[in-house]
């Protein structure tokens, strides 16, 4: 099995090596004339404005956090599902099925709590946008029952 | 056995004494250069000419006949071209990126089986191998969108790394409920697990409709991955100009589309494998298969069969390559939110459904699959 190993370190480093040298090798033969031009960074034209490092949607942040827990679980999971065929058919699968589904059922509870939360909708600001409309349009409703009698 | 066991087994053109180093370096050679790369610069030229065809232009023409050495010159294009970086970049990082995406689409070729004994890597692990190496990718177009100081960059490789963390998930469930079923994680062990062996055993697509199910998810989930249309949101050519890889120009922006199309065929080739079945083929089992040829004293049954093997599992897996072109010109892309609810709310609760859909299947019906429970009932009907 080491031997194994072996192998997939020798496909990893080449893999890894490959990149490396092309674009060593490429550095003798491309040509490079910088200026600033060339160097600015693209804006479809115009000069850039301002650092690159703009504020961005901070969603991203929270899909890492739930991506984290669930992925640690799938790599936890495989393992323990690996024995289960043989446990089904000699028997003892029941702890097997337990264990790994009483995992994945309180991350699934966390799953649906997001849900509902609106968490993992992407758009949360078009959600209360769309509610306070709702409520707009149910305050028009009344004001106008008003007006009417 | 692996490629390089067998390599190492050649001993009548192979001097003794060679360390065995020589013969694991001589398989990823084989596999990586001899395979990965040059089958990744052909799927471009593929992948233009089925655009054509699917638009009813000509394609790339010019270079070769029928234009088939287009990736060649494409190749020596880019490998000739000044290779600017902004201003501002973050050299280490913005050199490091293209090498991480390209060694992870590459590396992941070691646990492929291209046929019984074709195979770079036969790990224990080998699907939890290729996870873990697919995974770098999103790394890499995050790291490359990130130090390459750039607005479009940054966006496309925000929306690159969220969507590929995202549909890691019901990609890693769609493969675990097959580990359930087949009770294997070794990639060869997985693939003869679904052999014909005249009593029903075949393809885990068919074994139970939960995996027949998990199949597409698996598929989606890998179209994500890949940043493959629909789902090519990081790129997004029309919105973000060229997405991630904008600033990335000569071989740099090489290796990025080199490494694209390698994670395509790695992904094509792992469904072919564990949803497939590999080099198996439904009703004859190549391996019984002798002709009884023979060279210089030597049996050549085993060398046929290794050659059909590879030609099937390389069929099953060019037939997924190209529906993922096919796609390409059939869907438009999705909108982010769109992608988000696609996966989180979509998804993930169809794959959890579908994983103990299948285990509930292997431990009611002992393993067996669908067809063996059918020829049962009727064999004692």
């Not at chain 1, 495989?78 to 003892?92: Q, S, T, V, Y």
């Not at chain 2, 085993?302 to 390409?328: D, E």
């Amino acid at each position: 099995m080491l031997q194994e190993f072996a192998n997939a370190l020798s496909f990893i480093v080449l893999a890894a090596v490959l990149p490396v040298g092309i674009l060593f090798v490429s550095k003798f033969l491309r040509p490079s004339y910088p200026y600033s031009g060339k160097l600015a960074t693209y804006e479809c034209g115009e000069d850039p404005v301002g650092s690159a490092f703009v504020m961005f949607n901070n969603r991203f942040y929270l899909v890492a956090i739930v991506f984290l827990v669930f992925d640690v679980e799938v790599a936890l999971l495989f393992p323990i599902m690996r024995l289960f065929r043989e446990a089904a058919i000699n028997g003892g699968a029941l702890p097997i099925f337990l264990l790994a589904f009483g995992f994945l059922f309180v991350l699934l509870v966390g799953l649906i709590y997001e849900w509902k939360k609106g968490d993992i909708d992407w758009v949360r600001d078009a959600i209360e946008r769309k509610q306070a409309l709702r409520e707009d349009a149910a305050f028009k409703h009344r004001f106008e029952n008003v007006k009417d009698s | 056995m692996s490629l390089a066991e067998f390599l190492s087994g050649l001993n009548d053109f192979i001097p003794p004494n060679v360390p065995f180093f020589v013969f694991s370096i001589a398989a990823a050679v084989i596999v990586i250069l001899g395979f990965a790369m040059p089958i990744g610069g052909i799927c471009t030229y593929i992948e233009r000419k089925v655009a054509a065809d699917f638009q009813e232009r000509i394609g790339p023409n010019r270079v070769g006949p029928f234009g088939i050495l287009q990736f060649f010159a494409d190749g020596i294009k880019m490998f000739l071209k000044e290779d600017t970086a902004t201003k501002n970049a973050d050299m280490f990082i913005y050199n490091l990126a293209p090498g991480l995406v390209t060694a992870g689409a590459l590396g992941a070729f070691a646990a492929i089986p291209f046929s019984k004994y074709v195979i770079g890597a036969d790990l224990d692990i080998g699907i939890f191998y290729v996870m873990a190496l697919a995974s770098l990718v999103s790394l890499g177009i995050l790291l490359g969108a990130w130090s390459s100081e750039n607005k479009w960059s940054l966006l496309g490789g925000m929306r690159g790394a969220a969507q590929i963390v995202s549909y890691e998930i019901p990609l890693g469930i769609a493969l675990l409920s097959v580990v359930v079923v087949s009770g294997q994680m070794s990639m060869i062990k997985i693939v003869d697990g679904q052999a014909w062996l005249g009593s029903g055993s075949f393809w885990y697509i068919f074994h139970n409709p939960f995996l027949f199910l998990n199949f597409f998810v698996y598929f989606v989930a890998a179209l994500a991955e890949c940043n493959r249309t629909p789902f090519d949101l990081p790129e997004a050519e029309s919105e973000l100009v060229s997405g991630f890889n904008t600033e990335f120009s000569g071989m740099r922006f090489g290796l990025y589309a080199l490494a694209e199309f390698a994670d395509v065929i790695m992904f094509a080739c792992v469904a072919a494998a564990i949803f497939l079945g590999g080099w198996h083929l439904p009703f004859v089992n190549i391996e019984n298969i002798h002709l009884g040829w023979s060279l210089a004293g030597k049996s050549l049954d085993p060398l046929i069969q290794t050659l059909f093997m590879i030609l099937i599992f390389l069929g099953k897996a060019s037939v997924i390559v190209f529906v993922v072109m096919w796609l390409r010109w059939t869907l438009p892309r999705l909108r982010v939110d769109q992608l988000m609810d696609l996966c989180w709310k979509y998804l993930i609760p169809i794959a959890f459904f579908n994983l103990v859909g299948a285990s509930l299947w292997v431990w009611i019906f002992k393993g067996q699959s669908m067809i063996e429970l059918i020829s049962g009932m009727m064999g004692a009907g």
